[in-house]
């Protein structure tokens, strides 16, 4: 089992930026993937940043909307997924996830160009981003 923890969410201006951190229980050291989903009210859970390590070794994919605003990085010594965001919006305004999964999903990601929720195994209950104008 891997419990995962957000923090870090909050209520910013636009323009603003904020650092989401993901708490692991344990680091998986072999192959895996991390990333950050958002899901705002009414909407579906949409994947935003993932971070994948495995033979190729790490890789790192974002979505267009958080293209260019957003890095993802881990600290393995600290057991801890970040997501720095920074000229915010409000249609960034949603529950933001953090989700993990050991197998090898970059691959799949880069194919499709998207991020999967229904990939992932192990999730936290998320940290809430509110952007106002």
């Known amino acids: 089992q891997l419990a995962l923890e957000e923090s870090g969410g909050g209520s910013v201006q636009a323009g603003g930026s904020l650092r989401l951190a993901c708490a692991a229980s344990?680091?998986?050291?072999?192959?895996?993937?991390f990333a950050w989903f958002r899901q705002a009210p009414g909407k579906e859970r949409e994947g935003v940043a993932a971070?994948?390590?495995?033979?190729?070794?790490?890789?790192?994919y974002y979505v267009d909307t958080v293209k260019g605003r957003a890095t993802i990085s881990e600290d393995v010594a600290k057991n801890t997924l970040y997501l720095d965001m920074n000229s915010l919006k409000p249609e960034d305004t949603a529950m933001y996830y953090c989700?993990?999964?050991?197998?090898?999903?970059?691959?799949?990601?880069?194919?499709?160009?998207?991020?999967?929720?229904?990939?992932?195994?192990?999730w936290g209950l998320g940290t809430q981003v509110t952007v106002s104008s």
């Open positions: 989700a993990s999964d050991p197998t090898e999903l970059m691959t799949a990601i880069q194919a499709l160009k998207m991020i999967s929720p229904q990939w992932f195994k192990y």
């Open positions: 344990r680091w998986i050291y072999d192959t895996y993937c």
């Open positions: 971070l994948c390590s495995g033979a190729r070794g790490e890789s790192t």
